[in-house]
C-alpha cells in the first residue's frame, strides 16, 4: 500500500539550531514529490518539487533532497518565522489514476 | 496576482442541514481539488475536476457528499443533511496542468472554510 510517513510529529528547537524534517515513503511508479508549508488557520503554502533522487531545491533557509526512499527538509539558522507544520506529498501512480498521496506532518516550533 | 478564495470561512450549522461552500481557483489553473482537514489528521482527498473531463470523485465519504464545477472555474462543493462527524476544515486548492504531468502536483491552496455541525 502506498504510503508517506513523516518524522518527528514535533520539533522544538532554539532559533540558530540547524535541524532536519523527514519524510520517508513506500509507493509504487513515484512521479514527484512536494513540501508544503502550513501555519495554523491557514492553507498549505506550495514550497519544492523534486522528481528524481539526488535532485535538491532550496529557498532561504530551506533545503529539500530526495532520495530513492526518503526525502529530507534542511533547515538551516532557523528563525521564529519559520514555525509552521511543514507537509510532504507524494504523486504516484500512473496514467490519470496519479494521485498525491499526504504525510501527517511534522509540527515545528522556534524558540527566539 | 488574486490566489484560491473560499467561502464563507467559517460555517455553523446544525446537524441534519445541508449547507454549501464555493471555491474560486487561480484563473487558469485547469485542474481543481476538494480536501478535508481534521485535526491530528491529513489531509484527506475528495474530489478532483480537470477541465472538461469527468471529475474523480473516488474521495467523497459518502452519497450526502457532491461538488460540482461550473464553466471550468468556480467550484461549489454541497454536504447534504450534515453530520457531527462532517465538521472539518475543508480545503480547496488549484493547479496549473493536469495530475498526470510532470509538475501537477504543485497545488495552491485556499485559508479554507472551517465547518461546525452542531
Known amino acids: 500500500e502506498d504510503q508517506v510517513t513523516q518524522s518527528p510529529e514535533a520539533l522544538r528547537l532554539q532559533e540558530g539550531e540547524s535541524s532536519s524534517l523527514n519524510c520517508s515513503y513506500t509507493v509504487s511508479g513515484l512521479r514527484g514529490l512536494f513540501w508544503y508549508r502550513q501555519d495554523p488557520g491557514k492553507g498549505p503554502e506550495f514550497l519544492f518539487t523534486l522528481y528524481s533522487a539526488g535532485e535538491e531545491k532550496e529557498k532561504e533557509r530551506l533545503k529539500a533532497t530526495l532520495t530513492k526512499k526518503e526525502s529530507f527538509l534542511h533547515i538551516t539558522a532557523p528563525k521564529p518565522e519559520d514555525s509552521a507544520t511543514y507537509l510532504c506529498a507524494v504523486q504516484a501512480g500512473a496514467g490519470n489514476n496519479r494521485k498525491l498521496i499526504w504525510g501527517l506532518g511534522t509540527s515545528l516550533a522556534v524558540n527566539p | 496576482g488574486a490566489g484560491v478564495s473560499q467561502s464563507p470561512s467559517n460555517k455553523v450549522t446544525e446537524k441534519g442541514k445541508d449547507v454549501e461552500l464555493r471555491c474560486d481557483p487561480i484563473s487558469g489553473h485547469t485542474a481543481l481539488y476538494w480536501y478535508r482537514q481534521s485535526l491530528g489528521q491529513g489531509l484527506e482527498f475528495l474530489i478532483y475536476f480537470q477541465g472538461n473531463s469527468a471529475p474523480d470523485k473516488s474521495g467523497l465519504p459518502s452519497d450526502r457528499f457532491s461538488a460540482e464545477r461550473t464553466g471550468g472555474s468556480v467550484s461549489t462543493l454541497t454536504i447534504q443533511r450534515t453530520q457531527q462527524e462532517d465538521s472539518a476544515v475543508y480545503l480547496c486548492?488549484?493547479?496549473?496542468?493536469?495530475?498526470?504531468?510532470?509538475?501537477?502536483?504543485?497545488?495552491?491552496f485556499g485559508p479554507g472554510t472551517r465547518l461546525t455541525v452542531l
Open positions: 486548492a488549484s493547479s496549473k496542468s493536469h495530475l498526470s504531468s510532470r509538475g501537477g502536483g504543485a497545488q495552491y
